[in-house]
Every structure is written in C-alpha cells, then in structure tokens.
C-alpha cells in the first residue's frame, strides 16, 4: 500500500449543480486556484491523483467552509482520489523534527503532537513541504467549542447540561495540556513559540480531521493518527457513502 484510496460507493447518485454567480468574490477564486494547486501537489510524484470529475465549492468567505462535490454522476465503487502516504502529516514527522530533540514528545498526546507540528509547518509558511494543503486548513476555528466564552456556556448549560459540561472539559484539557507542554519544553529550551490561543486553534483543526491511517514505520504497518489532504474536505451523509483504504 503506498497511500489512500477513497471509493464512492452504496448511494447511486451524487450530481450537484453549482450555479456561480458573475461577481465572486476574490475569496472564493482564491480557494479554486489553491485547490486546483493541491490537487497538483498530490499527483506531483505520480502516485496520487485526484478525479477531474469533483471540485471544490466555497460558501463565499471565510467562516462559512468549503467542501468537496461531484460535477456529474458517481459510479459505484469508482476510484475519486489517491493521497500518497508522503503527503500525510502525523506524528513520525513531529518525532523527526526540531520539535524533539530532547525526546519530549513521547510523552504527549498524539492530537496534541500533531498540532504542534501543524503550528511548526504553519510558521514556515510557503517554505513548507505541505503549504498548498495548509493554505486550505480554516483560517477561522472560533466557532469552536474550545473557544465558546463564559456567557456562551452558560446558554448552552440553561439548555443542554450534558454539552455544556463536555465544552467545559474540552477547554480546561486544552489547557492543562498547553501547561504540560510548556513544563516539558522548559526542561531543556525556552517555553513554545506559540500562545495558547494559537494551540486552541490548532487543536480544534487537528482534532476536526485526524484519519486513523495503517502507515509504516521500520517494515512494520502500525496505525496512527494522520492529517489527510483532501479527504478532510470530504462530507458524506452516512459512513459507508466513502471507503478509507
């Protein structure tokens, strides 16, 4: 196996029509042009591909997403993309960069590995192997449970105790990981570069898309939690409308 293949399968008919409008907004044209260089990006190498027959669409700006459709319709079982393992992101390459040099990143949770990493490649800007796959990452995550105010828990707790106590616990683990984090980089450097608001952010996109992955590691398959470029661009009804392989 040398990457991922996503299968549409179990529902007959996908074909949405996408009707643009004569003034789009430099927004969107700039989402179409990066996907247009992700896709390139992915099939650079020759193993990967991506299917002519689906593209991104834009909800006009920023905070309202994107997502994957099909021009025309699918048949069952046929091949929409192939995402080489090379172009993942998990926490083998945390582990093989600056990040671990004092081998404190055996300590932490996958998740939270995984964002650092992100903000590591994100500070790095063009010059980052995975930059037309980071460019099309949120630039927006305040929508996120991690980031809800103290007057936004107390309406969610008037009307569903049960979440609020569960956003409550996901924003107080945020930070008591952010404190962990900083303890142990203390050890043997200077604190991380990046604020807390910057790891939320980063936690909240990691935690939205991670695929568990089987991915090799000294001849041995194993699975781990990855970033997938493209597939989280992916929304389907039911699980079983997209293989993962």
């Known amino acids: 196996m040398n990457g991922l293949t996503f299968k549409r399968s179990y529902f007959q008919l996908l074909y949405i029509i996408v009707n643009v409008v004569e ?56 091949i929409i993309a192939r995402i080489p393992l090379s172009k993942l992101i998990n926490v083998e390459h945390a582990d093989a960069s600056i990040l671990n040099e004092n081998d404190e990143l055996y300590y932490l949770r996958e998740a939270d590995v995984v964002s650092l990493f992100l903000l590591l490649e994100l500070d790095k800007g063009q010059q980052s192997f995975w930059y037309p796959y980071l460019r099309l990452l949120p630039g927006n995550v305040s929508h996120s449970p991690l980031f809800m105010s103290s007057k936004q828990l107390e309406i969610v707790r008037a009307s569903n105790h049960a979440a609020f106590l569960a956003f409550e616990r996901f924003q107080k683990t945020a930070e008591s990981r952010f404190k962990e984090i900083n303890i142990r980089f203390r050890k043997h450097q200077d604190p991380i570069p990046w604020t807390l608001s910057q790891f939320k952010t980063a936690l909240a996109i990691v935690q939205s898309r991670l695929f568990s992955v089987q991915v090799e590691k000294d001849h041995i398959w194993h699975k781990a939690s990855c970033l997938v470029p493209l597939a989280d661009m992916f929304n389907t009804a039911f699980v079983t409308n997209t293989d993962c392989k």
Request: with cysteine; proline share 2%.
């Open 23 to 78: 003034l789009r907004c430099s927004f969107c044209e700039d989402i179409l042009s990066h996907f247009e260089s992700l896709k390139n990006w992915i099939g650079d190498d020759g193993k990967g591909f991506v299917s002519e027959q689906i593209d991104l669409v834009s909800l006009g700006n920023p905070f309202n997403g994107r997502g994957i459709v099909a021009k025309s319709s699918l048949t069952n079982h046929e």
